[in-house]
């Protein structure tokens, strides 16, 4: 009994079916979706009972804060938390001259015009700093499937300005992969990194801190795409 083995398919052209490979690239400018910002809430006490009550006064006042804004917070959470004793310079044996208390809380949110106003108001507490914003891009944002197609359509003009130009026209596609696809490597950019700033207050001043005017930084997005494709043999007479 004999059974009809299929001819692999060469990794090369052929006079018959040359092949064409080209590289499909996209970079995108867009408004970003999310600002993240990071909040160290402080407290320090002469024995570890009033570092700890006051920390964690202080840090339910800021998570009261930040829950106030609704829907405009995409995401609030507790990251380290710490006491720690500072030991007197002077002297001998371990005496402890202080305690210090260190809560970090992350923020993101969807609402920009609100974060400004929170910037402020956070770092108008007592021993309480904020840093950022951190702007990006949701991870399954519409823009980041823009430039994929934006990327192969790319590929797809390259590759007939090729077969053009040898009076040719593309047949069919033979593979299309994301760049690195095949050693497991990253794909396209990374987004920009937002600007950092940081404010801090030791206490609360008796009249509200003005909102902080933040204008958004806008992110990139890279796509890359390898493509092959075999065309129709092409007219290499003079």
């Known amino acids: 009994m004999t059974t009809d083995t299929p001819t692999p398919t060469p990794p090369y052209g052929t006079p018959e079916t040359p092949r064409v490979a080209v590289r499909g690239e996209a970079r995108l400018e867009v408004d970003p979706e999310i600002a993240r910002i990071s909040i160290t809430v402080g407290a320090r006490g002469t024995d570890r009972r009033t ?41 001998r044996g371990e ?42 891009l949701r991870p399954d944002s519409p823009a980041r499937g823009n430039a994929r ?26 593979e299309l992969a994301d760049i690195g696809a095949e050693n497991s490597g990253g794909y396209g950019g990374p987004a920009a990194p937002g600007a950092l700033r940081s ?11 003005p909102a902080l005017d933040l204008e958004p930084q806008r992110q990139t997005v890279y796509a890359q795409v390898n493509a092959r494709f075999t065309m129709t043999p092409p007219d290499l007479t003079p």
Request: charged share 30%; proline share 2%; no cysteine.
């Open 199 to 209: 404010v801090a207050y030791k206490g609360a001043s008796d009249e509200a801190a």
């Open 95 to 136: 005496r402890v001259r202080a305690y210090h208390g260190r809560v970090h809380l992350t923020v993101e949110l969807s609402d920009f015009t609100a974060l400004g106003e929170l910037t402020t108001r956070i770092a108008d507490l007592e021993l309480t700093s904020v840093a950022g914003p951190w702007w990006s």
């Open 51 to 91: 570092a700890l009550e006051d920390l964690t006064r202080r840090n339910a006042r800021v998570l009261d804060l930040v829950k106030g804004y609704g829907d405009a917070i995409e995401k609030l959470e507790t990251g380290a938390f710490s006491i720690t004793p500072e030991l007197s310079k002077h002297g």
């Open 149 to 174: 197609r934006q990327a192969v359509r790319e590929a797809v003009k390259r590759a007939r300005e090729y077969a053009e130009a040898l009076d040719a026209r593309l047949a069919a596609l033979v």
